[in-house]
Each structure stands twice: as C-alpha cells, then as structure tokens.
C-alpha cells in the first residue's frame, strides 16, 4: 500500500470538491464505506474508511477540498484520481502524484484509471 495525492495545480477558482457526490462515488465502489467528518486538521477535514479487495484503504479531504490524500494500493488509487477528476471542472488543472514524487501526471477530465495504473506500475 503507498499514499498517493489528486491536487489542483494552481488555482481552484473557487471551486471545492463536492463532498456528498465524492460520498457517493466512494460509496458506488464500496459499499461499506465508513464516513468521517470530524475535522482533525487543515489536511483531514473528512475522510473515508474501507474494504478493498487488497485490504484496507483510506481517502481523506483536505479542508479548502481541493486535494485528495489516498493511502491505498495502485489500482484503488487510480480510481479514486479518476473519481475526483470526473467532479471537478474539465478546465482545472489536477495532478495525481505519488507521496514521493516518483511519478506525478497531469490528469485529463479523459483518464481512465486503466492508464493511471499502467503509468504507477511503469514508474
């Protein structure tokens, strides 16, 4: 398992991830999800607990709600860009990177979590 990040790149613009449609996307991928909104610092306003096929994962939401924070494996991970990326505008920049920087990738309203495994299994 390893932490990986979805970011915007430069400005929001205002704009926020939308927490209840993140819930849900969550939720569609796995139905156990346990939903924390306890806010525990500037970097963990939300978070989210679950069963992965892999073992355990967790997201949680920075507070400005524009950066994701994933401890997940590869393939969960690369969902997980790809469900933030389709709630955020196709014109903002979002990068999905890994904790050490051993990749980072400029993520298209276009990605497919198919191409961000084969870019972490490559790096």
Same mark, same amino acid.
């Not at 991830?17 to 306003?45: C, F, G, K, P």
């Not at 990326?85 to 198919?114: H, K, M, Q, W």
């Given at each position: 398992?390893?932490?990986?990040?979805?970011?915007?790149?430069?400005?929001?613009?205002?704009?926020?991830?939308?927490?209840?449609? +993140?819930?849900?996307?969550?939720?569609?991928?796995?139905?156990?999800?346990?939903?924390?909104?306890?806010?525990?610092? /500037?970097?963990?306003?939300?978070?989210?607990?679950? /069963?992965?096929?892999?073992?355990?994962? /967790?997201?949680?939401?920075?507070?400005?709600?524009?950066?994701?924070? +994933?401890?997940?494996?590869?393939?969960?991970?690369?969902?997980?860009?790809?469900?933030?990326?389709?709630?955020?505008?196709?014109? +903002?920049?979002?990068?999905?990177?890994? /904790?050490?920087?051993?990749?980072?990738?400029?993520?298209?309203?276009?990605?497919?979590?198919?191409?961000?495994?084969?870019?972490?299994?490559?790096?």
């Amino acid at each position: 398992m390893a932490q990986f990040l979805v970011l915007v790149d430069g400005e929001a613009g205002g704009w926020r991830v939308d927490r209840e449609a +993140l819930t849900a996307a969550i939720r569609a991928r796995w139905s156990d999800v346990e939903v924390d909104s306890t806010h525990r610092s /500037e970097a963990r306003s939300s978070s989210w607990h679950f /069963e992965t096929k892999s073992g355990p994962g /967790e997201a949680y939401l920075h507070q400005d709600g524009t950066c994701l924070y +994933l401890d997940v494996w590869h393939e969960d991970a690369a969902w997980l860009a790809v469900a933030f990326r389709r709630l955020a505008p196709a014109d +903002l920049d979002l990068i999905f990177c890994d /904790e050490g920087y051993n990749f980072d990738v400029r993520l298209s309203p276009e990605a497919t979590d198919a191409e961000l495994t084969a870019l972490m299994n490559d790096a």
